[in-house]
């Protein structure tokens, strides 16, 4: 491992600043009059206050999760603040009216809000520490029947929807983190697709999380209808801070009959500096149900920020010929951590499901690929393949792989396969010997190793993950 | 329920166990492991390594250790001599059987059991037995250990190579209690040889078999071991294996499962010397309500180690094949090469199979792959011998037999080849 490599790692992470915004912010700590005073703040009816105590009594008889293969200091929930909004100016039309200061945070983080929107019709929900803030192309979705908005903003003006929907992929007592979110989720976004609508544009939202110590608890719910499709990009970006911050969202996507969902994320949270010390502590659930016939849900993560990121995105796969995929690259450097995988539950006939993940270790972090494939006694020809492949760039890091396969049905054809490669000396002569020069060679390598999963992404992700990737490895091979 | 009822086999055997008279190491080795096995309790499925694997079912047996005074007639265990081993154990529910066995042509190898070897090796046994199995966290090398009373014991010296195998032959003959089989290998410096280690019965109830063999490779050491697991359909099997390889040395070691209504093997393979290899192969094959269950752990400590494994399991009726195969690379091993592929047949859609292939890797100059497949017989591969005037029927046995045949080829021993070569064509024939 060179010097030049090690130089390009370590390079501060470029989005660290705080937007001084007046925050309305909540006394730390967790108990029932905390879960009524979100609910009231944000004038919630009475079934989504049932469903938040629900959770909340849930979440007390449950413990902390330990089988992950991650290690952090223990979180105290009690100080932890579980809700901070901006405070309300008034209601916006257009981007115009946003306030100034939060633009420039946007223009800083390279989110060129109104450019993209026009250039690439990307409608972008921005969601400002927990408070959707604007949302634009509304007007163009609303007419052919999409309605894309805050998750609060959904509870007010479509309440039978969230009613029928929210908590029903991801139950309130699934996991110890889905209880906590579904007793103090503050926002999200809202996502319903009607019956035959392909939704015109790839929706968009962009999370950041600001306040310090105010713990972000996203809670994100896309329906679409019979024969409906749509495209969903998260992007992530948060400032710096040196006390770690805990992310606990949840996503749940519903397909009915022929319904396709496409679910695209790039994160990069701050990720801890070269010692380990702060960062995100990103722990999310996210689940899809493909539950109609011929429905598709499709997962694509780019993980590159967040000192810990344990997640598992997974598709049920109950109708029949439904598909489940994902797609994913992880990278971690320094001191991070990242326990990532899918699960793919087969309960339909005819389902097939598609795993390919790469992990990039480098400096003292450690990758895990944890999956679950499960054939149900009912899932007659399912089918299922998987690929994990690993690189490790330096020797201080590790790279684990735990597949679960369980199978139920004879004709059922499942495959798993894993490797694990370094950068070799021999690949990087055969590109210095061309005139390219190391750091270029690395970074059009670790391209190569991850094409399968870029080639999922939507173009404007795709360019951005490239170099995340290039500036996020800079100086650690050789 | 309670734990008096749910543990009753465990506190039933720790109940049992009478703190032996005198103060020798041997003694002192089994009241550790005494101690270990009150500390401990049965595992559950609650507990990662047992989460496929419910041994209920055994939890609830108050089977008391086997007593050694049942004698086996010759005639209903001579078809399990094999005519390449001149040099043969055998041990009845883990008792020495002196008047079965033959060690007379030894070939050079200090061969015999326990109590025999102690007087004249006692100081070589006592560095080695119990060192590889560790019986702090495991219930069942715990008791194992807490219950020595006898065990074979091999030792190679060194450059001297023993061509033909030597059979351990470990006979059920009582039912309704526990025998705790064991063995200890100590292969000295570039040594050679073949261990067969042979479970047989000659009953039709139940009983439990709770065997450890303990291996020691010293530099280029070379031993092939093969694995024979023939329990009844009532029995239940849990078997340990810990071999321990240093510098240059080769275990070759190919599993074969065919019996227990519940049965585990773990075996661990620790590369602690460079350029060390292993190879290890399995195959179960079960049917009506079994349950098998082969745990494996290579751990190559140690740079430029290599380890190769294919495990197979062909699952019928309504059995239940798991397999866990666990390869950790250290932070120092770089330059290991490792492959291991779970291979995986399903004969009936009540048949299930929970596999787990799993990389734990923290050295970055390495060469580590795993594959799994679980499923059918490929249509393709029926319709080309179909094509070729087979049967449907006949084109499946084939294919079927043909999937296990893989492993039993790499049986060094033609005679034993063919015994399990019937049986696998045997269980293989559907008409």
């Given at each position: 491992?060179?010097?030049?490599?090690?130089?390009?790692?370590?390079?501060?992470?470029?989005?660290?600043?705080?937007?001084?915004?007046?925050?309305?912010?909540?006394?730390?700590?967790?108990?029932?009059?905390?879960?009524?005073?979100?609910?009231?703040?944000?004038?919630?009816?009475?079934?989504?206050?049932?469903?938040?105590?629900?959770?909340?009594?849930?979440?007390?008889?449950?413990?902390?999760?330990?089988?992950?293969?991650?290690?952090?200091?223990?979180?105290?929930?009690?100080?932890?603040?579980?809700?901070?909004?901006?405070?309300?100016?008034?209601?916006?039309?257009?981007?115009?009216?946003?306030?100034?200061?939060?633009?420039?945070?946007?223009?800083?983080?390279?989110?060129?809000?109104?450019?993209?929107?026009?250039?690439?019709?990307?409608?972008?929900?921005?969601?400002?520490?927990?408070?959707?803030?604007?949302?634009?192309?509304?007007?163009?979705?609303?007419?052919?029947?999409?309605?894309?908005?805050?998750?609060?903003?959904?509870?007010?003006?479509?309440?039978?929807?969230?009613?029928?929907?929210?908590?029903?992929?991801?139950?309130?007592?699934?996991?110890?983190?889905?209880?906590?979110?579904?007793?103090?989720?503050?926002?999200?976004?809202?996502?319903?697709?009607?019956?035959?609508?392909?939704?015109?544009?790839?929706?968009?939202?962009?999370?950041?999380?600001?306040?310090?110590?105010?713990?972000?608890?996203?809670?994100?719910?896309?329906?679409?209808?019979?024969?409906?499709?749509?495209?969903?990009?998260?992007?992530?970006?948060?400032?710096?801070?040196?006390?770690?911050?805990?992310?606990?969202?949840?996503?749940?996507?519903?397909?009915?009959?022929?319904?396709?969902?496409?679910?695209?994320?790039?994160?990069?949270?701050?990720?801890?500096?070269?010692?380990?010390?702060?960062?995100?502590?990103?722990?999310?659930?996210?689940?899809?149900?493909?539950?109609?016939?011929?429905?598709?849900?499709?997962?694509?993560?780019?993980?590159?920020?967040?000192?810990?990121?344990?997640?598992?995105?997974?598709?049920?796969?109950?109708?029949?010929?439904?598909?489940?995929?994902?797609?994913?690259?992880?990278?971690?450097?320094?001191?991070?951590?990242?326990?990532?995988?899918?699960?793919?539950?087969?309960?339909?006939?005819?389902?097939?499901?598609?795993?390919?993940?790469?992990?990039?270790?480098?400096?003292?972090?450690?990758?895990?690929?944890?999956?679950?494939?499960?054939?149900?006694?009912?899932?007659?020809?399912?089918?299922?393949?998987?690929?994990?492949?690993?690189?490790?760039?330096?020797?201080?890091?590790?790279?684990?792989?735990?597949?679960?396969?369980?199978?139920?049905?004879?004709?059922?054809?499942?495959?798993?396969?894993?490797?694990?490669?370094?950068?070799?000396?021999?690949?990087?002569?055969?590109?210095?010997?061309?005139?390219?020069?190391?750091?270029?060679?690395?970074?059009?390598?670790?391209?190569?190793?991850?094409?399968?999963?870029?080639?999922?992404?939507?173009?404007?992700?795709?360019?951005?993950?490239?170099?995340?990737?290039?500036?996020?490895?800079?100086?650690?091979?050789? | 329920?309670?734990?008096?009822?749910?543990?009753?086999?465990?506190?039933?055997?720790?109940?049992?166990?009478?703190?032996?008279?005198?103060?020798?190491?041997?003694?002192?080795?089994?009241?550790?492991?005494?101690?270990?096995?009150?500390?401990?309790?049965?595992?559950?499925?609650?507990?990662?390594?047992?989460?496929?694997?419910?041994?209920?079912?055994?939890?609830?047996?108050?089977?008391?250790?086997?007593?050694?005074?049942?004698?086996?007639?010759?005639?209903?265990i001579?078809?399990y001599y094999l005519?390449?081993a001149?040099?043969r154990l055998v041990f009845?529910?883990?008792?020495?059987?002196?008047?079965?066995?033959?060690?007379?042509?030894?070939?050079?190898?200090?061969?015999?059991?326990?109590?025999?070897?102690?007087?004249?090796?006692?100081?070589?046994?006592?560095?080695?037995?119990?060192?590889?199995?560790?019986?702090?966290?495991?219930?069942?090398?715990?008791?194992?250990?807490?219950?020595?009373?006898?065990?074979?014991?091999?030792?190679?010296?060194?450059?001297?190579?023993?061509?033909?195998p030597?059979h351990l032959l470990f006979i059920?003959?009582?039912?309704?209690?526990?025998?705790?089989p064991?063995?200890?290998?100590?292969?000295?410096?570039?040594?050679?040889?073949?261990i067969i280690e042979d479970y047989i019965?000659?009953?039709?109830?139940?009983?439990?078999?709770?065997?450890?063999?303990?291996?020691?490779?010293?530099?280029?050491?070379?031993?092939?071991?093969i694995r024979v697991q023939r329990d009844?359909?009532?029995?239940?099997?849990?078997?340990?294996?810990?071999?321990?390889?240093?510098?240059?040395?080769?275990?070759?070691?190919?599993?074969i499962?065919?019996?227990?209504?519940?049965?585990?093997?773990?075996?661990?393979?620790?590369?602690?010397?460079?350029?060390?290899?292993?190879?290890?192969?399995?195959?179960?094959?079960?049917?009506?309500?079994?349950?098998?269950?082969?745990?494996?752990?290579?751990?190559?400590?140690?740079?430029?180690?290599?380890?190769?494994?294919?495990?197979?399991?062909?699952?019928?009726?309504?059995?239940?094949?798991?397999?866990?195969?666990?390869?950790?690379?250290?932070?120092?091993?770089?330059?290991?090469?490792?492959?291991?592929?779970?291979?995986?047949?399903?004969?009936?859609?009540?048949?299930?199979?929970?596999?787990?292939?799993?990389?734990?890797?923290?050295?970055?100059?390495?060469?580590?792959?795993?594959?799994?497949?679980?499923?059918?017989?490929?249509?393709?591969?029926?319709?080309?011998?179909?094509?070729?005037?087979?049967?449907?029927?006949?084109?499946?046995?084939?294919?079927?037999?043909?999937?296990?045949?893989?492993?039993?080829?790499?049986?060094?021993?033609?005679?034993l080849?063919?015994q399990l070569?019937?049986?696998?064509?045997?269980?293989?024939?559907?008409?």
């Amino acid at each position: 491992m060179s010097a030049v490599l090690q130089n390009l790692v370590n390079q501060p992470y470029k989005h660290g600043f705080v937007t001084e915004i007046e925050s309305d912010i909540a006394p730390k700590g967790l108990n029932e009059e905390i879960i009524r005073l979100i609910s009231s703040k944000k004038n919630e009816p009475e079934w989504m206050l049932t469903f938040r105590l629900q959770a909340y009594e849930k979440w007390l008889s449950m413990s902390e999760p330990r089988w992950q293969n991650v290690k952090y200091p223990k979180i105290d929930f009690q100080s932890i603040s579980y809700y901070s909004a901006p405070k309300p100016k008034k209601k916006l039309a257009s981007m115009d009216e946003v306030d100034p200061e939060l633009l420039r945070t946007f223009e800083k983080l390279g989110v060129p809000m109104h450019e993209r929107a026009a250039l690439a019709g990307v409608a972008v929900d921005v969601i400002f520490d927990s408070v959707s803030v604007a949302t634009t192309y509304k007007e163009k979705l609303a007419e052919v029947g999409i309605i894309f908005c805050s998750i609060s903003e959904a509870v007010q003006t479509h309440p039978e929807l969230v009613k029928k929907y929210l908590g029903t992929v991801v139950p309130v007592g699934d996991n110890f983190y889905a209880a906590l979110n579904s007793a103090v989720f503050t926002d999200g976004s809202f996502c319903f697709i009607p019956k035959g609508v392909k939704c015109p544009m790839d929706l968009s939202t962009y999370f950041r999380i600001n306040t310090e110590e105010s713990g972000q608890f996203e809670r994100t719910l896309i329906i679409a209808e019979e024969g409906a499709s749509v495209s969903y990009l998260e992007g992530c970006t948060a400032p710096r801070f040196d006390t770690n911050q805990l992310h606990a969202a949840v996503v749940e996507l519903i397909a009915l009959d022929n319904a396709e969902i496409k679910y695209s994320t790039v994160q990069n949270w701050y990720a801890g500096d070269e010692k380990g010390i702060g960062g995100i502590y990103n722990f999310v659930t996210k689940r899809g149900l493909a539950k109609g016939a011929n429905s598709r849900i499709s997962w694509t993560q780019v993980e590159t920020g967040s000192a810990i990121t344990w997640k598992y995105p997974s598709c049920i796969l109950r109708g029949e010929n439904s598909v489940g995929e994902f797609y994913s690259v992880a990278v971690t450097n320094n001191y991070q951590q990242a326990d990532t995988g899918t699960k793919m539950i087969h309960i339909g006939r005819n389902t097939r499901s598609t795993i390919i993940s790469k992990s990039i270790s480098a400096g003292h972090s450690n990758s895990s690929y944890r999956g679950l494939v499960r054939i149900s006694p009912t899932a007659e020809n399912a089918r299922n393949y998987s690929q994990c492949d690993s690189m490790l760039i330096g020797n201080q890091c590790s790279a684990n792989t735990f597949p679960y396969i369980q199978v139920n049905n004879n004709s059922a054809k499942v495959e798993h396969e894993a490797s694990t490669s370094k950068i070799g000396e021999d690949q990087l002569f055969y590109f210095l010997q061309r005139g390219i020069d190391t750091e270029e060679a690395v970074s059009m390598i670790i391209n190569g190793f991850c094409k399968e999963v870029f080639q999922q992404l939507p173009m404007e992700f795709a360019v951005e993950a490239t170099k995340l990737l290039s500036f996020k490895l800079e100086g650690s091979v050789g | 329920m309670s734990t008096a009822t749910s543990h009753s086999y465990l506190d039933h055997l720790v109940q049992s166990w009478q703190k032996p008279s005198t103060s020798s190491w041997l003694d002192q080795l089994r009241a550790n492991a005494m101690d270990s096995a009150g500390a401990l309790r049965m595992p559950t499925t609650q507990d990662e390594e047992w989460r496929f694997t419910d041994i209920s079912p055994l939890s609830r047996l108050p089977y008391p250790v086997a007593q050694s005074t049942f004698k086996v007639q010759l005639s209903d265990i001579e078809h399990y001599y094999l005519e390449e081993a001149s040099c043969r154990l055998v041990f009845v529910d883990g008792q020495f059987a002196p008047e079965l066995s033959n060690i007379a042509h030894n070939a050079g190898a200090i061969i015999g059991n326990l109590s025999s070897l102690l007087p004249t090796h006692g100081d070589t046994i006592a560095r080695y037995l119990g060192q590889l199995a560790e019986f702090e966290n495991d219930v069942f090398t715990a008791l194992n250990t807490a219950f020595l009373r006898d065990s074979a014991c091999i030792i190679i010296p060194a450059n001297k190579s023993v061509t033909t195998p030597i059979h351990l032959l470990f006979i059920s003959r009582q039912t309704e209690v526990t025998s705790y089989p064991r063995c200890l290998l100590i292969a000295e410096a570039g040594s050679h040889a073949t261990i067969i280690e042979d479970y047989i019965t000659t009953e039709e109830a139940s009983y439990v078999t709770n065997s450890i063999v303990e291996m020691n490779l010293a530099d280029s050491a070379h031993i092939n071991h093969i694995r024979v697991q023939r329990d009844n359909q009532q029995a239940f099997h849990i078997g340990n294996c810990t071999v321990s390889l240093a510098h240059a040395s080769q275990y070759h070691s190919v599993s074969i499962t065919l019996g227990a209504y519940i049965s585990r093997y773990n075996l661990n393979v620790i590369l602690s010397g460079e350029g060390a290899e292993c190879a290890a192969d399995g195959l179960v094959l079960i049917s009506e309500r079994q349950l098998a269950d082969t745990h494996t752990f290579i751990d190559h400590a140690q740079p430029h180690g290599k380890s190769r494994q294919l495990h197979k399991c062909i699952v019928d009726s309504m059995a239940h094949g798991v397999f866990n195969g666990k390869i950790m690379v250290r932070p120092h091993a770089q330059l290991t090469d490792s492959a291991q592929l779970s291979r995986n047949l399903l004969l009936t859609n009540k048949a299930r199979i929970d596999t787990k292939p799993q990389l734990e890797i923290f050295a970055d100059d390495v060469k580590c792959a795993h594959g799994a497949t679980v499923g059918q017989l490929d249509k393709e591969e029926i319709f080309y011998l179909k094509s070729r005037g087979l049967s449907d029927l006949t084109a499946r046995n084939l294919l079927t037999y043909a999937f296990g045949g893989e492993v039993i080829d790499r049986i060094p021993i033609s005679s034993l080849k063919r015994q399990l070569e019937e049986i696998v064509l045997a269980r293989t024939q559907i008409s």
